[in-house]
């Protein structure tokens, strides 16, 4: 008896143990990036070089607008560091995106006959996963085009548009909105549409294109897409199981809760995410890895 009650408490006290040590292993996204930003300062290309800090690349504790932006796309910020990270989660113009994007080195790749432009370490791993699904007899099969991949400032601005002014005369025409309001609604900056298309979404006018969801999960606000950096892929075969277990058998994984079409390249293996500060949401067969705030 004493034996198997000696037993017993082992194995309660090493699976305690295992607990807190994956307790401890699991880091919110701004202890990381703070960590690596200590560890691998990033510098801006100008005479001016300095090093940045969290809130030099995303002012999340103060502003309204950088807080959403980190939560619904800060899982970027913990790829792999053979990845360039951006300088700031909102670029502003389109100089900044294209400063940003001179930086990097980039490759392209014909997959499914759409040539598809991402950093080096991305198209290599997509690569890998293309010959993978091939001797499988599968396809991996981009969505709308080239800018599955790549994408400019002004790229966010036509998507974010596309979006934006048909929920807006959707809801116009339905009588949610009044005409005075919409009208005010499309000389906003776009920081400000933000807040009132949060405020417009909080009442249940969602303005993605089903008009059951929100327009996040849609499309990013103009300067804030992960697609300006270059790490992220648009799928239209995302539903098949197989092609979602070979993209992430090659460090690409759905980031962003409700848009499954989306996969980021993170580099590394789902068990190192939540030391990266992200955690995971299931959405039924679909496992979003999201910043953990």
Same mark, same amino acid.
């Given at each position: ?61 103060? =502003?309204?607008? &950088?807080? $959403? ?7 970027? /910020?913990?790829? *792999?560091?053979?990845? #360039? ?95 005075? =309001?919409?009208? &005010?609604? $499309? ?7 933000? /807040?009132?298309? *949060?405020?417009?979404? #909080? ?91």
């Amino acid at each position: 008896m004493f034996q198997r009650a000696i037993s017993r408490f082992l194995a309660v006290f090493f699976l305690a143990a295992g607990s807190i040590c994956a307790q401890a292993n699991e880091l919110t996204l701004p202890e990381y990036l703070s960590d690596r930003l200590a560890k691998d300062p990033i510098t801006i290309g100008t005479a001016n070089k300095k090093s940045l800090t969290l809130e030099d690349i995303c002012a999340f504790r103060t =502003d309204p607008y &950088a807080r $959403r932006v980190f939560a619904e796309y800060g899982s970027m /910020f913990a790829a *792999v560091s053979t990845v #360039s990270i951006p300088w700031r989660c909102i670029f502003e113009n389109s100089d900044d995106v294209a400063n940003f994007q001179k930086t990097l080195k980039t490759r392209s790749l014909s997959v499914d006959g759409v040539a598809i432009d991402l950093q080096e370490p991305a198209i290599n791993s997509l690569e890998k996963a293309l010959e993978q699904a091939a001797a499988e007899n599968l396809r991996i099969i981009p969505l709308d085009g080239a800018i599955a991949g790549r994408r400019s400032y002004f790229d966010t601005i036509a998507l974010w548009g596309s979006r934006f002014y048909p929920a807006l005369d959707y809801w116009t025409k339905a009588g949610k909105i009044t005409p005075e =309001d919409a009208q &005010a609604a $499309r000389s906003m900056l776009i920081r400000n549409q933000v /807040f009132k298309i *949060v405020e417009w979404e #909080s009442a249940g006018y969602y303005f993605g294109t089903s008009r059951t969801r929100s327009i996040f999960s849609s499309t990013a606000p103009p300067g804030t897409s992960q697609h300006l950096s270059l790490i992220a892929l648009d799928l239209s075969n995302y539903s098949d199981d197989r092609v979602r277990e070979i993209m992430a058998a090659n460090g690409w994984y759905q980031t962003i809760i409700n848009d499954p079409t989306h996969f980021t390249y993170l580099g590394v293996s789902e068990s190192e995410l939540p030391s990266r500060g992200l955690m995971l949401t299931q959405q039924g067969a679909f496992r979003f890895w999201v910043p953990r705030l």
